[in-house]
């Protein structure tokens, strides 16, 4: 389980007592991996799944298909993953 500087809703720092606060960030990976589009980070351009992009397209195999590779590349191991009809979201992903 990676450690990590933890964000809020808005991906913003989370501060605690004058401080960063640091903690389990396997969910913040992934919300993270989920809303970034390709080529938003620097770091690596390659990365990002961009859920918005499907939001209008019926092609739920596409998207799950590209979470489950992103979510891979990122070290994860995906135990279940099931993208509903309307987009529902659930993933059962861990780092080994």
């Known amino acids: 389980m990676p450690n990590d500087l933890l964000l809020d809703e808005n991906f913003e ?10 903690g389990e960030s396997t969910y913040q990976h992934q919300k993270i991996l989920l809303f970034g589009d390709k080529g ?9 799944i961009g859920s918005r992009r499907y939001l209008e397209s019926h092609r739920v ?4 298909r590209e979470i489950r590779q992103e979510f891979i590349k990122d070290g994860m191991t ?13 993933i059962d992903a861990i780092y080994q």
């Not at 995906?78 to 659930?90: A, P």
Request: glycine letters at 8%; charged letters at 30%; a negative charge.
């Open 40 to 48: 938003q980070f620097k770091a690596d351009p390659t990365i990002g």
């Open 13 to 22: 720092m989370t501060i605690k007592d004058g401080d960063f606060v640091i």
């Open 78 to 90: 995906i135990r279940s993953l099931k993208v509903g009809q309307d987009l529902e979201i659930n």
């Open 61 to 64: 195999d596409d998207f799950a």
